[in-house]
């Protein structure tokens, strides 16, 4: 490893890659992006568009031997396992978050998900690549075993679970694996999106003394970068960015056009910038602030009369919980678990249901570009596809609200980025002293963009 964090190469491979929200985090952090494997058309659309077809150093280098597509990581572990092998030895991490459908909490929970298994294949790319670390990021959920008995209340599994699985296929192949829940509020992202993060690193980087430091934990060097990565953002540190502070400026009230892309629809225009986060989100590329007037997927859904009408009664409830159903019956609307958003808090998690929550002042659903903001991706990030799917093909496709909902919010995939930077340097400084007296030393040489 290189002593100095400004002149090593922080090389990665992102598995599961879908519209780049994680990839888009640690090219902020100063990672070099190899390759980015995706197998639905319109998140590899996105992905392409954004960081790919351009010339800045947001993009992946992509290597001759793999072709400029998308990829089904079940055959993409078999069909280029050679080049994959040839990897070995300049790789730094291999990244990804498998598909959390059949983990989620709020869906079914489906022990026979055949999603459930395709973390086995990114297992795989670890095996033949060996990179120094591995990043995998996913719902609660997967740290939980399935049953009856598994819900966000239980301390104690008593069943082997996904996350058990993959820790103990990581340490076969030689990785110690931390893990932690993250919230991702804390780190200047308006939703309280908590994640499970779970981080192997390749013993062969370590010697038996620093394996045995308490100190010597990613997640350590994490907690300590947060606040100088958010004073370093503009961003506070000791308050959370709420729905209103993030999304003022995209409100409906600030006027609408005929859609171009879609002419039945409406699309919003920018309304007075406020804040710093809303500052942060629109920069352009080069960090300059865009001028232009009309974001990107900023599209209303045509609702119907009776829709915004019923909006409204919902809206009348207790903000930021859901309505209960006794309530949604009284005033005789659908069963759908709709959240009408606190304005003063942050957004709860999104999913890829754009129905699951309502704007805080206005009786509608949010836009893509919206979701997008809580999201944390700037303003300047393009979705491509249709923005939304149904009935059978829902399980198959990635429009946009998918996209953005499946994504890791860029502004934690940077910090994460910057923190295993930072921990691979203390790798090289560390000798006798524990982690934490040289953490600092690296955040100083780590470039917060």
Excluded at 125 to 148: C, R, Y
Excluded at 197 to 209: A, F, H, P, R, T
């Amino acid at each position: 490893m290189n002593n100095n964090l400004e002149q090593a190469e922080y090389t990665y491979i992102d598995l599961f890659a879908g519209c780049g929200g994680l990839s888009l985090g640690l090219m902020k952090a100063g990672w070099k992006g190899i390759l980015g494997i995706e197998k639905d058309i319109n998140a590899f659309k996105t992905l392409k568009h954004n960081l790919i077809d351009n010339n800045d150093n947001l993009r992946f280098e992509w290597p001759e031997w793999l072709p400029m597509e998308t990829h089904d990581i079940t055959t993409f572990t078999t069909d280029y396992a050679i080049w994959l092998s040839k990897l070995s030895g300049s790789i730094t991490l291999v990244a990804g978050g498998p598909p959390c459908q059949g983990f989620s909490l709020r869906g079914k929970r489906d022990i026979n998900d055949e999603r459930n298994r395709l973390f086995e294949h990114y297992l795989k790319v670890v095996e033949l690549v060996s990179p120094s670390l591995v990043l995998l990021e996913n719902v609660h959920g997967i740290a939980l075993p399935f049953g009856q008995e598994a819900d966000k209340k239980q301390t104690k599994n008593t069943k082997l679970t996904v996350a058990d699985e993959i820790a103990t296929a990581l340490g076969k192949l030689n990785y110690l694996v931390y893990n932690s829940l993250v919230d991702t509020s804390i780190y200047g992202i308006p939703q309280t999106r908590s994640r499970y993060i779970m981080i192997g690193v390749k013993k062969s980087s370590l010697d038996q003394n620093i394996q045995l430091n308490a100190h010597n934990n990613p997640f350590i060097v994490l907690e300590k970068l947060r606040k100088p990565f958010l004073k370093e953002k503009g961003l506070p540190i000791d308050s959370l960015i709420s729905a209103k502070i993030a999304l003022s400026d995209l409100e409906k009230q600030h006027g609408t056009q005929d859609c171009g892309e879609f002419p039945r629809f409406k699309e919003g225009f920018y309304g007075e910038l406020t804040g710093p986060y809303q500052n942060l989100m629109r920069r352009n590329r080069d960090g300059t602030i865009a001028s232009k007037i009309i974001p990107d997927s900023h599209r209303f859904a045509n609702h119907r009369e009776s829709t915004i009408q019923n909006f409204k009664k919902l809206m009348e409830f207790e903000r930021g919980v859901q309505v209960s159903r006794e309530n949604r019956e009284r005033l005789g609307i659908g069963n759908h678990d709709t959240i009408p958003l606190d304005p003063d808090r942050p957004c709860h998690t999104l999913t890829t249901l754009p129905d699951d929550c309502l704007h805080y002042s206005e009786p509608r659903i949010f836009t893509v570009r919206e979701y997008a903001r809580i999201q944390s991706f700037p303003d300047w990030y393009e979705f491509q596809g249709k923005y939304t799917t149904g009935g059978k093909v829902r399980k198959h496709e990635c429009p946009r609200y998918t996209q953005v909902g499946n994504a890791v919010p860029p502004l934690l995939g940077e910090a994460i980025g910057l923190a295993l930077k930072s921990f691979l340097c203390n790798l090289d400084l560390v000798t006798s002293n524990p982690l934490y007296e040289t953490t600092s030393k690296c955040l100083s040489k780590a470039t917060i963009r």
